[in-house]
């Protein structure tokens, strides 16, 4: 994605505004004070040399903090992997199409995945 942008909020600043700290384009390491909430925070910079406004600039387009998490972060959707991984190790009665999951194998992903 080449413009993007993200409305900070009380949950997400912390997080939004460390990223924007260390990927600056004008040199600030601001963005996570509360200055910020309710505002846009736009990657790469604005014309006007900053990353805020209280609008999104035309081309660019808005992330939820998930996609910012999972696009810009690389954070792995854990739910999602788990659900397939869940998926992989169930299977249908061909009669019934009754889903039949074994818990153990259930107990056993969960465990994987929180020991992370």
């Known amino acids: 994605m080449k413009k993007w942008c993200i ?22 390491n601001y963005f996570d004070t509360y200055v910020f909430k309710y505002l846009y925070l736009h990657y790469p910079i604005l014309e006007d040399q900053t990353h805020s406004d209280k609008e999104i600039q035309d081309d660019y387009t808005e992330l939820t903090f998930e996609q910012f998490k999972e696009q810009i972060l690389k954070e ?15 299977y249908y009665f061909l009669d019934t199409k009754d889903l039949i999951i074994d818990f153990s194998d259930i107990e056993e992903i969960f465990s994987n995945y929180l020991n992370k």
Do not use: H, M, Y
Request: without cysteine; hydrophobic residues 30%; neutral net charge.
């Open 76 to 90: 792995p959707n854990l739910l999602q992997e788990i659900l397939d991984k869940i998926k992989e190790k169930s």
């Open 7 to 28: 409305k900070v909020t009380s949950e997400n600043l912390p997080i939004v505004g460390k990223w924007f700290n260390e990927n600056s384009q004008n040199g600030g």
